[in-house]
């Protein structure tokens, strides 16, 4: 008896003091993203040289974004960014981590490439794609494996794939986001101070890549790039890249099942 008099005090207790209607948590929307991860040999050290992500952006299989000025799907690489000019041919977008970014306000720069025709050559210009603080998630210092602080992680929204130079003159909107694209080339590339290539993807370094990317983003994807650990590379570990991950988070939070990447 004693024990149900105190169980029918508790519940007279807690019928008086009702707490009224309780508050759902907020709903947090979904939103698509892209995140690219770049192993290094030794550590992440931007003072050493800059850790670039070069994007080739596509509408299908076989249309890239800057279709109109002849470009065509196919692997951004490392001597495409040199020359005089450097021509760009599979550039459309750039991440780029290194001496130069240290001091802009994210600690990176975002590019989308623009073209533009006069004389009958055709020059390119490389513009900032601008991040608020909640759009992206920055992690220069992640680690993989072993090592310690040798992953380059970005997140960025998966929409602003999507962003190139608008090819019709005069060029308003200056951008556009559509068609949208379906699948990116990706290559990981690394510089020294003075933006000469020590590095990129694949098993010849900066050889012929031998090594094609290619991300589908209208799903959600997640694939693990081969260890390069035991090919040649440059001689400062800090910027010899032995692999990466690129997870694509297209329709929903979880991420997909890792697989190797194609």
């Given at each position: 008896?004693?024990?149900?008099?105190?169980?029918?005090?508790?519940?007279?207790v807690a019928s008086a003091c009702g707490r009224g209607p309780v508050t759902p948590p907020p709903v947090v929307p979904f939103t698509a993203t892209i995140q690219f991860q770049l192993y290094v040999n030794g550590q992440i050290t931007p003072t050493q040289g800059q850790y670039i992500v070069a994007i080739n952006a596509?509408?299908?299989?076989?249309?890239?974004?800057?279709?109109?000025?002849?470009?065509?799907?196919?692997?951004?690489?490392?001597?495409?960014?040199?020359?005089?000019?450097?021509?760009?041919?599979?550039?459309?977008?750039?991440?780029?981590?290194?001496?130069?970014?240290?001091?802009?306000?994210?600690?990176?720069?975002?590019?989308?490439?623009?073209?533009?025709?006069?004389?009958?050559?055709?020059?390119?210009?490389?513009?900032?794609?601008?991040?608020?603080?909640?759009?992206?998630?920055?992690?220069?210092?992640?680690?993989?494996?072993?090592?310690?602080?040798?992953?380059?992680?970005?997140?960025?929204?998966?929409?602003?794939?999507?962003?190139?130079?608008?090819?019709?003159?005069?060029?308003?909107?200056?951008?556009?986001?559509?068609?949208?694209?379906?699948?990116?080339?990706?290559?990981?590339?690394?510089?020294?101070?003075?933006?000469?290539?020590?590095?990129?993807?694949?098993?010849?370094?900066?050889?012929?890549?031998?090594?094609?990317?290619?991300?589908?983003?209208?799903?959600?994807?997640?694939?693990?790039?081969?260890?390069?650990?035991?090919?040649?590379?440059?001689?400062?570990?800090?910027?010899?890249?032995?692999?990466?991950?690129?997870?694509?988070?297209?329709?929903?939070?979880?991420?997909?099942?890792?697989?190797?990447?194609?």
């Amino acid at each position: 008896m004693p024990t149900l008099c105190l169980v029918t005090c508790v519940a007279l207790v807690a019928s008086a003091c009702g707490r009224g209607p309780v508050t759902p948590p907020p709903v947090v929307p979904f939103t698509a993203t892209i995140q690219f991860q770049l192993y290094v040999n030794g550590q992440i050290t931007p003072t050493q040289g800059q850790y670039i992500v070069a994007i080739n952006a596509n509408t299908s299989a076989t249309s890239n974004v800057n279709a109109v000025a002849g470009e065509t799907p196919g692997m951004p690489t490392a001597s495409e960014g040199q020359g005089t000019p450097p021509t760009y041919t599979h550039w459309d977008q750039e991440f780029v981590y290194g001496p130069a970014t240290l001091a802009a306000t994210n600690g990176f720069l975002y590019y989308y490439k623009v073209l533009s025709v006069g004389g009958g050559v055709t020059s390119v210009r490389f513009l900032q794609i601008v991040l608020n603080t909640n759009n992206y998630t920055f992690i220069p210092n992640a680690s993989y494996g072993t090592g310690s602080g040798n992953v380059l992680s970005i997140t960025l929204p998966l929409n602003n794939i999507s962003i190139r130079g608008n090819p019709t003159p005069p060029g308003n909107p200056p951008t556009i986001t559509t068609p949208t694209v379906t699948n990116i080339y990706v290559n990981f590339i690394t510089t020294d101070t003075s933006g000469i290539p020590q590095d990129q993807l694949g098993p010849n370094g900066l050889g012929t890549v031998g090594y094609a990317v290619n991300v589908p983003i209208t799903q959600d994807y997640a694939c693990q790039l081969p260890n390069f650990s035991s090919v040649s590379g440059p001689s400062n570990p800090n910027l010899f890249i032995i692999g990466g991950q690129i997870t694509v988070q297209a329709k929903t939070s979880n991420p997909a099942p890792i697989q190797p990447c194609v």
